[in-house]
């Protein structure tokens, strides 16, 4: 099981998401746990609050029933002291409520260690690998085109182009980070009729290239296998630690 999150702390001690749309898909896979929150919501004033276990996660649940926008889910891995973490973060009877549950954790459950899984993908995007995703959905890959300001170029083929590919950068940030992450959008098909139907998009995508510069080479190698020619020196030298910071 996949579970999407927005923030993850180092040593993936803890994870954090905030986006309404990846806590709706979260709780689609686990059907028990959505149960758990409607009944809670029955008899709640203003808040539900709900703590589980799904493999070495503790997930933590926590609504504002009179304001949706203020929902979170949280991931804390069972295996790490957390107490001092987890009392600076909720009221008392959440935190005791966690780590009751982690004080619980029976060893029953070492077979189901990796049975649940975090990405920081977003829910359009598939996993390559950790930090290394990509999206083959046009308008998602459009819609990202535009707001890297590479549309136009993107959009541009002369007569007889069959593949194009273009590098952006951005900077993502909230309250829990900023980074940088750097895309390379493809366009296949072109003017010419036979390639119709191969018409298409698809961007690669390295999230926070700063601290994966280890993962530069191989985002240029999935670039490459779709087919596009580039100055892969250029590229490196544009991604340079310096040119980074």
């Known amino acids: 099981m996949l579970f999407h ?23 689609d896979k686990v059907e028990p746990l959505r149960t758990n929150i409607n009944q809670k919501r029955k008899n709640a004033i203003k808040g539900v609050s709900v703590v589980t276990v799904y493999g070495r996660w503790i997930v933590v649940y926590i609504e504002n029933i009179l304001n949706q926008e203020d929902t979170q889910m949280y991931f804390f891995d069972f295996r790490f002291d957390i107490q001092q973490l987890v ?29 649940a899984e975090l990405t920081l993908a977003e829910l359009h995007e598939v996993v390559i690998q950790e930090n290394l995703f990509a999206c083959n959905l046009d308008e998602k890959v459009l819609e990202k085109a535009k707001v890297l ?15 194009k590919v273009c590098f952006a950068d951005e900077i993502e940030k909230n309250e829990h980070y900023t980074i940088k992450n ?24 390295l999230r926070d290239v700063q601290s994966n510069t280890g993962l530069i080479e191989i985002f240029l190698e999935k670039v490459k296998q ?14 340079t630690t310096a040119r980074l910071n």
């Open 5 to 27: 999150v927005d923030f993850l702390s180092d040593q993936s001690v803890f994870a954090i998401v905030d986006k309404l749309e990846k806590i709706t898909a979260n709780l």
């Open 87 to 115: 009392e600076g973060m909720f009221s008392e009877s959440v935190a005791n409520s966690i780590l009751t549950t982690q004080a619980r954790y029976d060893e029953a459950f070492k077979d189901k260690y990796d049975t």
């Open 149 to 163: 300001g590479v549309l136009p170029i993107l959009q541009t083929l002369k007569d007889g182009d069959t593949l």
């Open 182 to 205: 750097i895309y390379a959008l493809v366009r296949f098909g072109g003017h010419i009729p036979r390639n119709n139907s191969d018409n298409g998009f698809v961007y690669i995508k």
């Open 226 to 239: 779709t087919g596009v020619q580039f100055d892969r020196i250029s590229i490196l030298e544009r991604f």
